[in-house]
Nanobody
Framework: QVQLVESGGGVVQAGGSLRLSCAAS????????MGWFRQAPGKEREFVTF????????YYADSVKGRFTISRDNTKNTSYLQMNSLKPEDTAVYYC???????????????WGQGTQVTVSS
């Protein structure tokens, strides 16, 4: 069993940066791939990025490639999402998730956090 708690969301102006954290409970964190997803109002949840259990490889949605960076620190049971050059269209609730392998497919992930709101103003 893994419990995930996101933090770091907030309001930022376009062009700004935020770093989201996802803290995991349990001793098996290092065995899971970690993914980040987001959901904007009125839209379906969409894939953002994932990182494998060992820290690589990583994969990004085209919409965030070159601007977002995922990382993890298995000694701290934490995954991070560094978001730079934020745009208003990045506004969404961001969720982290843990699963047996990194994919863009939401059903692959068994555990989900409660989400953290990111709002980018123009």
């Amino acid at each position: 069993q893994v419990q995930l708690v996101e933090s770091g969301g907030g309001v930022v102006q376009a062009g700004g940066s935020l770093r989201l954290s996802c803290a995991a409970s349990g001793r098996t964190f290092s065995r899971y791939a970690m993914g980040w997803f987001r959901q904007a109002p009125g839209k379906e949840r969409e894939f953002v990025t994932f990182i494998s259990w060992g820290g690589g490889p990583t994969y990004y949605a085209d919409s965030v490639k070159g601007r977002f960076t995922i990382s993890r620190d298995n000694t701290k049971n934490t995954s991070y999402l560094q978001m730079n050059s934020l745009k208003p269209e990045d506004t969404a609730v961001y969720y982290c998730a843990a699963g047996p392998q990194g994919t863009y497919y939401t059903p692959t992930y068994a555990y989900w956090g409660q989400g953290t709101q990111v709002t980018v103003s123009s």
